[in-house]
């Protein structure tokens, strides 16, 4: 009762750290997907990079999201502003699953379709773009919706480095040691989770052909 | 039937292989003539498929040369030399995103044919392989039986009316029942279009019911060219030992 009285107390302030929060994740996957599908697709055909980018993107991965941001602070023009660099940091973090994905995903297309595609004079690009995308297309959106998901989680630790967002409530209240706080920064940034999950959910579903 | 014919394909001397280490094919000479259904007959890894894409230049001969229509295919642009030949695999390889109408109006579309005429084409061709357009032009692949689906790869196949057809075990993956139905409206269909044909198969009945000419390959390479009776009565001992091991095989099925 009493969180909630603190959350009408102060929802315009949450309003505003949410809408900050979507455009750190929304700048960032948008950037992510930008990069990540042409990457993913060139690795189909040149699968000799294969491994060292795949490799690549994995240790980006695997570096604590708080180093990161740790380690583009001296990087000259993305460490002018903290919101330019969470969104590169975030950028990085959702690569991996975007061209991971876009690379199984057409990699595993039924290899006869691709044959009877190219053996009956499609163009490399025809095959590409009227073939292996569009039945590629649930898995890359799956892995798009896994990187959506896990760069609202981890945007909150953007508020360390002062680029606002949701985070900003939870190391308030971490400060504070007052759980009403955490919850503020904590609920809406879940909400967000699941609500975006959905809709790419249900994107998913929407332009992935029927089996 | 007329028996001058001219000849649509030429192997030279053509050898493929992957690496220095396996040779998939080896010194073929070969040709097929305008109008004839030439099967290529022999077990697995015997060279037929490789032979077949080196055709449409899916693959790229590594000594030797293929000629189409008098042109050496590395001379022709790939794209074009594709479009100008009919191309049937197994299970068809239908784009399980497309429906019926789409799959088979690919060619004309690719060519950019105006919409109604490709319709047009779509519907004939559907009514050839004996499905109502009506009935299958909105359907999806996976909503058709592999028999369906096979007829519907081969309108795909014809919808550019090339004059030449490649086929790759087309049906290899049908129940007998199906396949013997099939093959008969195949092989009235070819006394119709007079197309040229080469078809793969390892199975000996369908190259006899179906081909003019049977070329029967063995470890890459060609073991000869026989009409169905010279195969059947050949004296020729690795054509009779081929004969003999399929009947041994269905001597039970008593076919």
């Not at chain 1, 990085?92 to 006869?112: E, S, W």
């Not at chain 1, 945007?155 to 971490?174: D, M």
């Not at chain 2, 022709?76 to 109006?105: M, S």
Request: with cysteine; proline share 5%.
């Amino acid at each position: 009762m009493e969180t909630l009285n603190f959350f009408i107390k102060n929802q315009g302030q949450i309003l505003q750290l949410t809408l900050e929060h979507l455009w750190l994740v929304g700048t960032s996957m948008l950037l992510a997907m930008a990069i990540g599908l042409p990457v993913g697709i060139f690795l189909t055909r040149r699968q000799a990079f294969r491994k060292p980018v795949i490799g690549g993107v994995n240790i980006v991965q695997t570096i604590p999201s708080l180093a990161l941001f740790g380690f583009l602070l001296p990087v000259p023009w993305l460490g002018e502003r903290a919101d330019r660099l969470a969104i590169a940091a975030l950028t990085l973090y959702a690569l991996l699953p975007v061209v991971r994905n876009t690379f199984t995903g057409i990699v595993g297309v039924d290899p006869n379709v691709r044959e009877a595609a190219r053996g009956m004079g499609m163009t490399d690009r025809q095959v590409l773009f009227k073939v292996e995308l569009p039945l590629a297309m649930g898995v890359i959106l799956a892995g798009v919706r896994v990187a959506t998901v896990i760069s609202v989680g981890v945007a909150t630790i953007a508020a360390a480095i002062g680029a606002g967002g949701l985070g900003e409530f939870i190391f308030r209240g971490v400060a504070m040691v007052d759980n009403r706080v955490i919850l503020a920064g904590a609920i809406p940034a879940a909400a967000l989770a699941l609500l975006l999950d959905m809709l790419l959910g249900f994107l998913e579903r929407k332009l992935t052909y029927v089996q | 039937m007329t028996e001058a014919r001219e000849t649509v394909i030429e192997f030279r001397g053509v050898s493929y292989c992957v690496s220095n280490a396996q040779q998939l094919l080896s010194d073929l000479n070969l040709t097929v003539r305008c109008g004839e259904t030439l099967m290529l007959l022999g077990r697995s890894g015997s060279g037929k498929t490789t032979t077949l894409k080196l055709i449409n230049r899916m693959l790229e001969p590594s000594a030797g040369e293929v000629r189409v229509d008098g042109r050496s295919t590395l001379e022709w642009d790939a794209i074009r030399l594709r479009r100008g030949i009919g191309y049937v695999i197994q299970e068809a390889g239908l784009f399980p995103h497309f429906t019926v109408e789409r799959n088979v109006g690919l060619v004309p579309h690719l060519e950019g044919w105006p919409p109604e005429k490709i319709r047009a084409r779509v519907c004939e061709m559907l009514e050839l392989v004996g499905l109502p357009p009506e009935q299958f032009l909105s359907r999806r692949p996976h909503q058709l039986s592999g028999g369906q689906r096979q007829r519907v790869g081969v309108a795909r196949a014809l919808a550019g009316d090339p004059p030449l057809l490649l086929m790759d075990e087309p049906f290899g993956a049908l129940d007998p029942l199906t396949r013997a139905e099939i093959q008969g409206e195949f092989q009235a269909l070819q006394g119709r279009l007079k197309k040229t044909v080469v078809m793969v198969t390892h199975d000996l009945r369908e190259a006899l019911l179906l081909g003019t000419r049977i070329a029967l390959m063995e470890s890459g390479k060609l073991t000869g060219v026989f009409a169905p009776r010279e195969f059947e009565h050949a004296t020729d001992p690795r054509v009779a030992a081929y004969v003999r091991v399929f009947r041994a095989r269905d001597g039970q099925s008593n076919l």
